[in-house]
């Protein structure tokens, strides 16, 4: 089988590329799936670059997140069988025509979700849904978040409204304010505009923010923890900037804040099943409703990684996807 394959890590444009490998088998309590599409998420390009949590052995396989059909069941797996369509968000290798799952890590997927759709049910969506579940927000709090115009964050915004939680989203760029706008999201400032904290304030109408979560790392982190009100929570979930965060002491201190780390994969690994199953269940409902969406930018195939890789760091609203 086809399969992006690296043997060192660094710029994933440069490191990836398809070979030929020999097809896996499943072993007990495994599932053989053959790949129809893959998202590249930043996680997925960052363990390229050998900066994740997760580092793999070289040579090493890529990818995380796939739709794809069931082709072959190892011993002792009960309720999928061939020709079923399945997703996974935690399948390391996903990147190849043909990958190995562990049955427990694939869902299967309802008659009427597109493979587009599908491709992206679990990895952003889940961490949006579990991030929120997480900050346990009440109905009409305000929550701040940056990168707004990220995968999360808009899924984020999304889930929130369904929830009447109140989010403010900023972006570093004012183009990223009308893209929200384009999928139904408000309250959104940008932070190259001089006055932006003012429309923060007028957004909120003086209403204390208890929650912030900074996707960014930098100078970004200590602006979120900034707009906090007293004993507000800084969570951060990622470092798309910089891996060191500048916070003012003042502000923690002052503010009594609170900062604590969010890891999507640790969060899920420990979340009981009837907890998982009700989020998963909440998340297929907002889709169907229409009040949670997840647009495509494009789609390239696995000879196209370079230029597929290079497209992930646009400006974008849509994910970039994979297909063998």
């Known amino acids: 089988m086809r399969a992006l394959i690296h043997h060192s ?17 499943p072993g007990p309590g495994e599932v053989l799936v053959r790949t129809v599409l893959s998202p590249i998420h930043n996680h997925d390009l960052w363990t390229v670059r050998g900066t994740y949590g997760f580092k793999p052995e070289l040579p090493a396989r890529a990818g995380t997140e796939a739709v794809g059909v069931v082709e072959a069941v190892g011993e002792g797996v009960t309720g999928f069988a061939p020709g079923q369509r399945v997703a996974t968000g935690g399948s390391f290798g996903a990147w190849a025509e043909f990958f190995v799952a562990e049955a427990g890590a694939l869902i299967p997927v309802p008659e009427d979700l597109s493979d587009e759709v599908a491709a992206q049910l679990v990895a952003m969506p889940f961490s949006a849904i579990s991030l929120l579940d997480f900050v346990q927000l009440n109905e009409g709090d305000w929550l701040v978040q940056n990168a707004a115009n990220g995968a999360v964050g808009r899924l984020l915004a999304q889930l929130a409204a369904a929830r009447g939680i109140n989010v403010i989203g900023l972006v570093r760029r ?113 889709i169907g409703s229409g009040a949670l969406t997840l647009p495509v930018e494009a789609t390239y195939s696995f000879d196209d990684i370079s230029a597929a890789a290079a497209a992930n760091t646009e400006p974008r609203v849509g994910k970039v996807l994979l297909r063998p």
């Open 9 to 25: 890590f660094g710029d994933p444009a440069q490191v990836l590329g398809v070979e030929d490998v020999e097809t896996p088998q």
């Open 174 to 286: 004012s183009s990223g304010v009308r893209e929200l706008a384009s999928q139904g999201i408000e309250r959104v400032v940008a932070t190259d505009d001089e006055g932006w904290r003012e429309q923060v304030g007028q957004l909120t109408g003086g209403a204390p923010i208890v929650v912030g979560v900074d996707s960014v790392g930098g100078q970004a982190s200590g602006d979120v923890l900034s707009l906090l009100a007293e004993n507000g929570t800084l969570v951060v979930f990622g470092a798309m900037a910089s891996p060191t965060m500048q916070i003012g002491s003042g502000d923690v201190i002052f503010k009594q804040a609170t900062v604590k780390g969010f890891w999507g994969s640790k969060v899920s690994a420990t979340m009981p099943a009837a907890k998982r199953g009700e989020l998963f269940g909440e998340l297929l409902q907002r």
